[in-house]
């Protein structure tokens, strides 16, 4: 167990390393200013300004800036459905596949589209080499871009002394992706592809086994699609067992470059926010509460997943790991990643908005699974989504001013500019929606036949299942827990017809539209009334946001709202289960 804190503790130390310098590096990009890059990719961005006609200096209010978020993301997913509803028809189809059902293309669009990357299919067996590059690997370039370019408005709503404008997003957008994504993601697949990941367009290969029968392998573009889904936190894999096949994630040190790609962003970016209202104070007390809250999810999960559970030590299954420990819980784990690094990967794609997987979340201990479930009741404020988890953490740290200022009888302050009771409705507005979604949707899915009919597992688990499915689309993570299915047999008993309509992918899309786009829109309101208040000098009686006092606090508001939120749904599920002989 030594060897697996080691291996947590060395990555932790690399990333922590790193945040200054990205973020740097990404507060030059939201100002517009000149890095490294920008010779080489500077004719390119002005080419593509002329292209679409953006005039990057033109700044836009909240509402024109929100607007442009609709219309691009709206044409995206006209777009990317069309490509789902076409594929029969498309080149670089080597196995001929033909379209999904049209509530599955509903669902992936959706799901692609909004940054969640939910999978109701299995990529080898479902999609064209072409969907995938020029339909699924497009959407995680710019459905990652669109939330950085939100934060990067708000962060300029905050820090703005006077005026109306948080920025142009037509610029945004080609700026994040020129300079940030692709750069990033074009040197992450070339290491992938050096550890043996794959990227080819030849079609699947038969070979013989050594059991003396034949097995199809199948192939594909793998690695500039894995490096993206990692670095954008998207997190829909090429291949149905997504990071825990060797195609996609080769080996150890393939698993720790997949990991730091989904942090990097997210984690760097509080610090940009430091820099970029001239608190870098600031941008360090949001990392601490962000770290000491993901400490908090790692440590508890490799706990659960060493000691294992009370049936597995009744019935005597517990095993040995390839890293050296014993005793701990291997069902669902790859051997060469261990209790370690399964409990690592669990944490870092749950507290952010990637929901990769390199090991069966289904297969976790009880508490294990709560980990995954508890780090979204949090609306993955912990890191989160690439831009979308710092704006929603953002949303939280106004709660809080919002509280200690009640309790402490001021009017409440936040890097000088008051909040009013515009910016608090608009904050409840951006907190609750999401696990008010997650909540409404699970219960339709649990009470209804139509529901029910997608719950493999019974008892706490089939309920876990239910509720960890809404609640990783209502967070636009992606992740399952693998037994809840989208997609109904038609020629089962009773379901006569079902393949035309699926309840699951149905709601699932509608709940990912919502969650994605309400607390965004909230969070660019928020930013634009803040946008044009004066700054008030700090005093003697402020209360500063910058502190350990205030860190602590922070965490503990976003604490109680999870708690209070869900915490009788985990009770029927993960923590029943938890405390119960079942194995499943």
């Given at each position: 167990m030594a060897q697996g804190w080691a291996q947590i503790v060395v990555f932790l130390l690399v990333l922590t390393a790193l945040v200054p310098l990205v973020g740097t590096y990404l507060a030059r990009v939201f100002r517009g200013e000149r890095v490294f890059l920008s010779p080489v990719?500077?004719?390119?961005?002005?080419?593509?300004?002329?292209?679409?006609?953006?005039?990057?200096?033109?700044?836009?209010?909240?509402?024109?800036?929100?607007?442009?978020?609709?219309?691009?993301?709206?044409?995206?997913?006209?777009?990317?459905?069309?490509?789902?509803?076409?594929?029969?028809?498309?080149?670089?189809?080597?196995?001929?596949?033909?379209?999904?059902?049209?509530?599955?293309?509903?669902?992936?669009?959706?799901?692609?589209?909004?940054?969640?990357?939910?999978?109701?299919?299995?990529?080898?067996?479902?999609?064209?080499?072409?969907?995938?590059?020029?339909?699924?690997?497009?959407?995680?370039?710019?459905?990652?871009?669109?939330?950085?370019?939100?934060?990067?408005?708000?962060?300029?709503?905050?820090?703005?002394?006077?005026?109306?404008?948080?920025?142009?997003?037509?610029?945004?957008?080609?700026?994040?992706?020129?300079?940030?994504?692709?750069?990033?993601?074009?040197?992450?697949?070339?290491?992938?592809?050096?550890?043996?990941?794959?990227?080819?367009?030849?079609?699947?290969?038969?070979?013989?086994?050594?059991?003396g029968g034949t097995q199809t392998l199948a192939l594909g573009p793998v690695a500039s699609q894995e490096a993206i889904k990692e670095l954008g936190t998207n997190g829909g894999g090429f291949f149905n067992v997504n990071s825990a096949y060797p195609f996609e994630n080769a080996n150890s040190f393939t698993n720790m470059v997949e990991l730091l790609l989904i942090l990097i962003v997210p984690a760097s970016l509080t610090y940009t926010f430091g820099r970029m209202v001239g608190n870098r104070r600031q941008g360090w007390a949001l990392y601490a509460a962000m770290m000491a809250m993901f400490l908090v999810a790692v440590g508890v999960v490799y706990a659960a997943e060493q000691h294992g559970s009370p049936a597995q030590h009744h019935a005597g299954v517990l095993t040995h790991a390839f890293d050296g420990s014993t005793g701990g819980n291997m069902e669902g784990k790859e051997q060469r990643f261990g209790i370690a690094e399964s409990s690592l990967w669990t944490a870092v794609t749950t507290v952010t908005s990637c929901g990769a997987v390199n090991a069966a979340l289904d297969s976790l201990t009880g508490i294990g699974g709560l980990v995954p479930l508890a780090n979204m009741g949090t609306g993955e404020v912990v890191f989160g989504g690439v831009g979308s988890g710092l704006y929603y953490m953002l949303l939280f740290v106004l709660l809080t001013v919002f509280i200690a200022g009640l309790m402490v009888g001021r009017t409440p302050e936040f890097l000088g500019k008051k909040i009013e009771s515009r910016e608090v409705k608009l904050v409840l507005v951006g907190v609750l929606v999401t696990p008010l979604l997650a909540l409404f949707a699970t219960a339709l899915a649990v009470a209804s036949p139509d529901g029910t009919q997608s719950i493999y597992n019974h008892g706490p688990q089939g309920f876990s299942e239910s509720l960890y499915a809404y609640m990783s689309q209502a967070n636009n993570n992606g992740s399952a827990f693998a037994g809840y299915t989208g997609f109904v047999q038609p020629n089962a008993p009773g379901n006569a017809g079902a393949e035309a309509f699926s309840f699951a992918n149905l709601l699932g899309g509608l709940v990912m539209i919502l969650a994605r786009f309400l607390p965004m829109i909230a969070a660019l309101a928020v930013a634009g009334s803040l946008a044009g208040k004066r700054i008030a000098p700090a005093g003697a009686g402020t209360f500063r946001a910058d502190s350990p006092t205030f860190v602590v606090l922070l965490i503990g508001v976003v604490a109680i709202v999870a708690a209070l939120t869900f915490f009788p749904a985990f009770l029927l599920g993960p923590v029943v289960q938890g405390l119960t002989d079942q194995l499943f």
């Open positions: 990719i500077g004719p390119v961005e002005r080419f593509a300004y002329r292209v679409m006609r953006v005039r990057p200096e033109e700044g836009q209010d909240w509402k024109a800036y929100a607007r442009s978020i609709v219309v691009f993301s709206l044409v995206s997913w006209l777009a990317l459905y069309l490509l789902l509803r076409t594929q029969g028809i498309q080149p670089l189809n080597p196995e001929g596949f033909g379209s999904g059902p049209w509530n599955l293309s509903f669902n992936t669009a959706s799901s692609f589209v909004t940054n969640t990357n939910w999978q109701y299919y299995g990529g080898e067996t479902t999609l064209s080499y072409f969907v995938q590059m020029v339909g699924l690997t497009v959407q995680n370039f710019v459905s990652a871009a669109v939330g950085i370019a939100v934060l990067a408005a708000v962060i300029r709503g905050f820090a703005a002394r006077s005026g109306a404008a948080l920025g142009n997003f037509w610029s945004d957008l080609i700026r994040i992706n020129l300079y940030v994504l692709l750069p990033i993601a074009f040197v992450a697949a070339l290491v992938l592809v050096s550890q043996g990941v794959i990227q080819t367009l030849d079609g699947s290969t038969t070979f013989n086994t050594l059991a």
